[in-house]
């Protein structure tokens, strides 16, 4: 008889043997395919600003970064030019490798916009990115357009002269000071495809302050369910723990901020990336 032995407790015939073939294949593939998405994340990591840069410009600072999937499609972002700090919190479309890719290539055009075309304010920056974004999932494309794009926080800060400005496209900037908390609203376009001919992106200005705390984040935080009706954290229940930590040291607060996601998260599955970077003055 014409068969496969595999092991001495039974054997294969002919017609089994290729579907086990296939098993064997499809399992190595799923290695290779794990292998290959956590090498992904590793390349993503290193792309991602240290947090001690964030400590060494600003008087403090923490970065909590914690991703659904080995990738993200939250990201986070800091250049120093001469006397100014720009840096920011992004999130892509999607999770995983999808959002990856986009945030990877916005992580790269945001410094090359800087260093070559010599832009400095927020809102004409922003503009420059969402140009430079469609162009790049969209010019090679026969018919349709590609909807990949992000929502970002994007700050300028300069710590001599103590002023600071903003653009939000898709995503607010909270400041907390002398125990009050002030949110900078989010602007109506984000970054990516749109149905709109024009968009706006606009470059809000204020004066910085010895003690002041700012705060940018993606919605991941406050999107996850938990609690015991299994509903939404929110954006009024974290600001209120942002007032609430307001005596607390940054890394101290940081702490907190995980405690309570994981606390409020519960059993329930993480649903999103999550990413909040806090500044202080």
């Not at 032995?5 to 294969?12: P, S």
């Not at 290193?46 to 659904?68: G, Y």
């Not at 250049?79 to 999808?98: K, N």
């Amino acid at each position: 008889m014409n068969a496969l032995t595999v092991n001495q407790d039974f054997v294969l015939l002919p017609e089994e043997q290729s579907l086990v073939e296939r098993l064997a294949y499809l399992e190595a593939k799923s290695v290779e395919m794990e292998e290959s998405i956590r090498y992904a994340g590793s390349l993503q990591r290193s792309i991602l600003p240290n947090e001690r840069i964030f400590k060494n410009a600003f008087t403090d600072a923490f970065v909590l970064f914690q991703p659904k999937d080995v990738v993200s499609g939250d990201f986070y972002w800091i250049f120093q030019h001469h006397d100014d700090i720009y840096f920011a919190v992004g999130d892509c479309t999607g999770h995983g490798v999808p959002g990856a890719l986009v945030n990877i290539a916005g992580n790269t055009i945001l410094r090359q916009i800087i260093r070559i075309e010599g832009l400095t304010e927020p809102g004409e920056i922003m503009r420059l990115l969402d140009n430079e974004l469609v162009s790049l999932f969209n010019e090679n494309l026969t018919e349709g357009n590609t909807r990949d794009g992000m929502d970002i926080v994007f700050c300028k800060f300069n710590l001599r002269k103590m002023q600071g400005s903003f653009c939000g496209a898709g995503r607010p900037l909270l400041l907390v000071r002398n125990n009050e908390l002030v949110e900078f609203k989010k602007g109506a376009d984000a970054i990516g495809y749109s149905s709109k001919n024009e968009k706006e992106f606009e470059t809000v200005y204020f004066d910085l302050r010895e003690g002041d705390r700012f705060y940018l984040f993606s919605d991941g935080y406050t999107d996850q369910f938990g609690g015991e009706n299994v509903k939404k954290f929110n954006r009024e229940r974290f600001r209120s723990l942002l007032l609430s930590m307001n005596d607390m040291s940054l890394d101290k607060q940081k702490k907190e901020l995980l405690f309570s996601y994981n606390n409020w998260k519960g059993k329930q599955e993480q649903i999103d990336d999550v990413c909040v970077i806090g500044v202080s003055i």
